[in-house]
T-cell receptor, first 112, second 119 residues
Framework: DAKTTQPNSMESNEEEPVHLPCNHS???????IHWYRQLPSQGPEYVIH???SNVNNRMASLAIAEDRKSSTLILHRATLRDAAVYYC?????????????FGKGTKLTVNP | GAGVSQSPSNKVTEKGKDVELRCDPI?????LYWYRQSLGQGLEFLIY????????KSGLPSDRFSAERTGGSVSTLTIQRTQQEDSAVYLC?????????????????FGPGTRLTVL
């Protein structure tokens, strides 16, 4: 699996936007970009995924570079509940659901 | 609707004993995954079941680990002769996607995990 690189930690202030970067310079044409997050003492939860185009959903936006070698998860207005570890994951789709390879992610701290 | 449930939530055992961890996936989900998360680490894939296909066991760390899924629903992860390095949170996830392209149906829904402590 192609690898991703994320900062170990980031801080933000409440109600400000947060841009979480992810580098994936060895991404292949069939790799999808996924973001999950893990709140303290909980299992991970899905945030967003994309292939080539930018994506928006009720939780966040995903901006994908034109060469696809990097992407950014955007939380438009951080709240205290967004404090979590955010994982950027690459995975192919091979005719069935696929395992996800989690790295160490970015620990986001939101200051009140 | 009900999410993924796991039991027990906590398990403390002595080194050398066998343990069984249970996962109840979301009803109708054909895919089921087991991961484990050691303290301060990311998730490590263990095993994956998809429908009636042979499971992907490529992540199991040793032959002391095994898992089964009965009737395409409930799954049990068994660890034999537990060691202290087996201490971790064991997470189960399920999803319903089976198509050729990723969609939100491929979202993995995780349970709360079982915290295993081997003394």
């Amino acid at each position: 699996d192609a690898k991703t690189t994320q900062p170990n930690s980031m801080e933000s202030n409440e109600e400000e936007p947060v841009h979480l970067p992810c580098n994936h310079s060895t991404i292949s044409g069939t790799d999808y970009i996924h973001w999950y997050r893990q709140l303290p003492s909980q299992g991970p939860e899905y945030v967003i995924h994309g292939l080539t185009s930018n994506v928006n959903n009720r939780m966040a936006s995903l901006a994908i570079a034109e060469d696809r070698k990097s992407s950014t998860l955007i939380l438009h207005r951080a709240t205290l509940r967004d404090a979590a570890v955010y994982y950027c994951i690459l995975s192919k789709k091979q005719g069935g659901s696929e395992k996800l390879v989690f790295g160490k992610g970015t620990k986001l701290t939101v200051n009140p | 609707g009900a999410g993924v449930s796991q039991s027990p939530s906590n398990k403390v055992t002595e080194k050398g004993k066998d343990v069984e961890l249970r996962c109840d996936p979301i009803s109708g989900h054909t895919a089921l995954y087991w991961y484990r998360q050691s303290l301060g680490q990311g998730l490590e894939f263990l095993i994956y079941f998809q429908g009636n296909s042979a499971p992907d066991k490529s992540g199991l760390p040793s032959d002391r680990f095994s898992a089964e899924r009965t009737g395409g629903s409930v799954s049990t992860l068994t660890i034999q002769r537990t060691q202290q390095e087996d201490s971790a949170v064991y997470l189960c996830a399920s999803s319903s996607g089976q198509g050729a392209r990723w969609s939100t149906r491929d979202t993995q829904y995780f349970g709360p995990g079982t915290r295993l402590t081997v003394l």
